[in-house]
């Protein structure tokens, strides 16, 4: 939120803006991994190399253009290794400081950065155990602590919704069928396209060859393969998102990226085969279309291509534009995302709304109740105006704009308005192929009184 609205107030509400830190943090960690290998293999041409290689990894181009929380987390993960790395050998206290703060900023930006810490643990005592004897790494855990002291305070005072909403992704005290095979091997093949197919497999080698602690590239093992394992055997349970682990292939990456190089000159054939595929791949997330044109499209119709859901945003907003009067109009979604979208895309970017109905609690309820307090009674079910817990008072009289799936409004949406005037259907086409359909619907005086439907975190 800090890194867009610092890009923002100097680029504008762009494109440009917005992806502006993603490219940033793909090519300072290109640089970290150089560095990295620079002082694991004592080689600066192979690190050199090694730093180029991710370049070719499909995760890692989409972190370098798709900016989330995984993009900075995946920079400071890395930079919170080299500065353990360095702390370690070489016992300075400057390396423990900033140790602590790239550690913090690394749980800024998402909270996985927790794992860092007991794997650290593990690190040190099985590297230099003396060093818990010292003030050392007590500094680098207090300033660590520190930032996440303003999201603890903030979770205190707001029910911990942000550590729920944690928990509810990650399927705590649900029951749930087990093991589930399908988001077991769903998972799996994630992870092993995100490294571009071959490269996974090296990866797979370079965990087999250094799981002793002896070895000497023990290291890239222990902070990528129990973060791998565990979301992997996560996945038993529930169904896992591919980039939950993006993060461990930092080091994950370097061990790859190591053992190819290794056996590059010994299997040429293969090993440009298996980098020509890693590109390929790369090159269709990218450009999706590329696939159709190399008459590959029965491989990944454009029902099934995970990158449909970026687009066609921008022209469905440029059509919400030509019917929305600021003025007489509000606009708002039953989805949280459909109304990021539109708030950015909507000529003048509006102040968007979400009239939650039977999703869990988003952003948008926080922003849009009166109070958390308000807010969590209601979420217990006591009996509320939803003027009281809302801010419906400045929205009262005016007409709303609902952009949504649904082909109508659902009842209660619409039996908070006086009368639904038009719907217009705006479909959105992809690689030729019609792959979702938008339905807006123009409703006349919003009566101030919605009852959003909240449904978990």
Known sequence: ???????????????????????????????????????????????????LLPNAFVGFNALSFIFTTDTPLFFFWGLSFYLLYKAVTTERTLWWLSLGIAGGLGFLAKYSQAFFFPLGVVYILLKKPRLFKTFKPYIAMGIGFLFTLPVLYWNYTHGWVSFKHVLGLSGVGKVSQFPQWKSFWNFLISQVFLLGVGFFLYLLWGWLKNLSPKRVFFPLTLFSLPTYLLFQLWALKKSVYGNWAGFAYFTGGILAGYYYLKGFKRFTLPSFGVLFLSLFLSAVALYPPLIDKVELTKLIPPSKDPTRVTVGWEKLGRFVSQFYNPKTDFIFSNLYQISAEMAFYVKGNPQTYVFNYYQRMNQYDLWQSKSFDLLQRFLKGENLNPREVFVWDKLKGKNGIFVTYFSSPPKAIRDSFNKLVWTKKFTVYWRGKPIKTFYIHYLEGFKGDYKPIIKGF
């Open 1 to 51: 939120m800090f890194l867009n609205f610092l890009s923002t107030s100097l680029f504008g509400n762009t494109e440009f803006a917005v992806r502006f830190w993603s490219a940033l943090f793909g090519f300072l960690s290109s640089l970290l991994v150089f560095k990295v290998a620079k002082e694991l293999f004592k080689n600066e041409k192979l690190a050199f190399w090694l730093g």
